[in-house]
DNA sequence: CGCCTAATGTGATCCGGATCACACATTAAT
DNA sequence: ATTAATGTGTGATCCGGATCACATTAGGCG
């Protein structure tokens, strides 16, 4: 629990009191490999501060393809948002690929810790704010650039999850096939050799 | 300015005291259409609340081709808001493409407000939280549709746009080609005859 | 320790959509 | 009203990346 006062506190202070006030609302969960956390068609109870851990946000079409949204790591946010806000059946999965611990928070609790902590709200809205404009870029890079540059900019901002997870999942996050994105290694290594 | 109470108030109700002093931090402007609000390179000193009219956010990439990020009309926000965030040069433009008027407001003003006034940061937390789920949806879109339901999902959350912008800038905004767009509607008109 | 399953590389083929090129229609500008 | 500028449809061509198919390697895990 010691991970939560410091991640809020990169945002705001606060005082031991508030501190053991905001944990009241948080349950920590252990989460193993392959775990789901969250399942299509579930109600969505919780959103999930990862504080160990890698798992993907992902959804699957028609065809059973998968599409990932979101790739989280240690003290990033996640669950299915559009589902949770509007508390309404979950459309995407949520699945642990790198075992862990999340601390979880219904969104009850998200908006009572908002309204009676002023410093809770603005807790929130700027953890929103940076998750606005990360994803902003995410739709520009995937409305103009090619593979080679979406796996480049993937690897300078996620450099760490290069190595821990498998190249089919970064491809499903970039929106690219397995293959196409193999194939960008062998041209870069012969260039860059 | 009639507008601002209200779009505040879908949110969270403000008494005349309150409401007089958020309005010291706003002002109206008049817009011209294919006028610039902000050009790449630009500081960015506003964000824009639309009253009227229609706006583009956009950039351009290295072969001079134009991408949408975001279409504004009546009540919504925009302006580059990785740039304004992080009080960086515009990489985006805004543009206006039916003439009208906005709202600025500085960052500061906008920190201010959210400091000073809870329901304000309230406000802020809970528009950002819309356009985060808005987003997240578009980044699914992307990822995995075809132009054709992008097209239709497109014509289906804005049908008004539909009427009021050209085809090229729809086009720009789903991430196709003017002529592919162009050919889905010869398409469905002869299939759905 | 070796088996089974998952991850990765690589070739061959195919196809959707970009691009180029032009005709026609519509709108704006003086 | 005339001319220019911009929007829209449509054909022809091309190419990047998806898809299919298989070989190779690497990891769990009994």
Redesign the interface.
């Known amino acids: 629990m010691e991970t939560l006062r410091q991640h809020i506190e990169q945002i705001t202070p606060l005082n031991d009191e508030e501190l053991a006030y905001v944990k009241t609302f948080f349950t920590l969960k252990r989460v193993r490999k392959n775990q789901y956390l969250l399942h299509e068609g579930d109600e969505v109870k919780y959103e999930y501060l990862v504080v160990k851990g890698i798992y993907k946000v992902f ?1 699957v ?1 028609a065809q059973g ?1 998968e ?1 990932i ?1 979101q790739l989280a790591q240690e003290n990033w946010w996640m669950t299915d ?2 589902a949770y ?2 508390q309404k059946q979950a459309t995407m999965y949520v699945q642990c690929m790198e075992e862990g611990e999340v601390l979880c928070l219904t969104l009850h609790g998200r908006e009572k810790l ?2 009676d902590l ?1 410093k809770m ?2 807790f ?2 700027v953890k ?2 940076n ?3 990360a ?6 890079l ?3 650039s090619t593979p080679q540059q979406r796996y480049e900019e993937f690897a300078k901002l996620y450099p760490s999850l290069l190595q821990r997870i498998s190249k089919k999942f970064i491809a499903e996050y970039l ?1 690219v096939s397995r293959e196409t994105l193999s194939r960008l290694h062998s041209a870069n290594n012969t260039t860059q050799k």
């Open positions: 959804y079409d393809k599409y949204v948002y559009q806000f509007k908002s309204a002023h709200e603005h929130f809205r929103l704010t998750g606005y404009v994803l902003q870029q995410r739709v520009t995937l409305l103009s929106g």
